[in-house]
């Protein structure tokens, strides 16, 4: 799914492939100064790869990796019928202010729609502000559920 | 949730003039589309105008026009120009706080406020303009 096959320097949005891990973290590293390889390479080993209901899509020019997204259909927990979930999405701070967040987000809901569901969902810390503000430019609203917690050291 | 009134005719003033930055906009014009008093709208504009949202031009073809980032500006930023949101906003002690009951209280009350600190600080003005869109292509305008 190329996304601008017409420009010089197109950006690609494909499903990520085992050579695309080592960039993953890297990216990963970039942005929250917290080095994950096990994390992730055992995150592509479960959403990598062609599945109905998980999706691990990476942007890239040429052979520079620019951001990734990862989400899974899920269904029932909660009581929720399936919808799909969005675990993460980064992009290179290089790259931002450039759409590519929003491209990878369409095409993440795409995923979801071939997938049968029609509804996306992600959770974020409430102080997330940057994150919280793209998913709400993307149009997500506060849904259905409310996320409650408690501190099991009283 | 309600704001107050003069809280309410900032954001109205800068999501009309927000629209088309380019475009400079008479108190009185944005006052009539929102059915609100233009005397009071002018003192809002002039406070929007001195913390940099809106800039004003005399003469003919005058009035008031977007000055901000609207990818940037966002909610909170504009309410709290007018009005403290959230639990960190400095509230006033009041009677009953010291009681175990008046800090349970003050515990949800608190929860709630985060939550719609979090929520209006994560809104810019761009994704209002977006809303607005949806909303008035929903009813064919």
Not at chain 2, 13 to 27: F, G, I, N, Y
Not at chain 2, 37 to 42: R, T
Not at chain 2, 115 to 130: D, E, P, R, Y
Request: charged share 25%; hydrophobic share 45%.
């Amino acid at each position: 799914m190329p996304r601008s096959a017409s420009s010089p320097n197109p950006v690609t949005i494909r499903p990520a492939t085992l050579d695309d891990v080592r960039q993953v973290i890297a990216l990963d590293n970039k942005i929250t100064h917290a080095p994950k390889p096990d994390y992730w390479h055992s995150m592509f080993e479960r959403y990598g790869g062609v599945a109905a209901d998980r999706f691990f899509l990476v942007a890239t020019r040429h052979k520079d990796l620019l951001g990734f997204v990862i989400g899974e259909v899920r269904a029932w927990e909660f009581g929720s019928p399936p919808a799909g979930w969005i675990f993460i999405i980064a992009i290179d701070p290089k790259a931002r202010l450039s759409g590519l967040g929003s491209d990878l987000f369409d095409a993440m809901c795409s995923c979801f729609r071939n997938a049968g569901v029609r509804t996306v969902r992600t959770m974020l810390a409430r102080d997330a502000q940057l994150m919280m503000s793209f998913f709400r430019s993307q149009g997500m609203m506060a849904g259905q559920f409310i996320e409650l917690e408690m501190d099991l050291g009283e | 949730m309600k704001l107050q009134m003069a809280t309410r005719h900032a954001v109205l003033a800068v999501l009309e003039l927000a629209a088309q930055p380019d475009r400079h906009m008479s108190a009185s014009d944005i006052a009539e589309k929102y059915a609100i008093s233009p005397n009071h709208l002018a003192k809002v504009l002039r406070t929007l105008g001195r913390e940099g949202l809106v800039e004003a031009a005399r003469g003919v073809g005058g009035g008031y026009r977007f000055a901000a980032n609207a990818r940037r500006l966002n909610l909170l930023e504009v309410i709290g120009i007018f009005e403290a949101i959230g639990s960190k906003a400095g509230r006033d002690r009041e009677a009953g706080d010291d009681t175990a009951e008046g800090a349970a209280l003050r515990t949800v009350l608190e929860e709630i406020e985060d939550t719609a600190s979090a929520t209006l600080s994560s809104i810019t003005i761009s994704t209002m303009l977006k809303m607005i869109e949806k909303t008035n292509a929903r009813n064919g305008v």
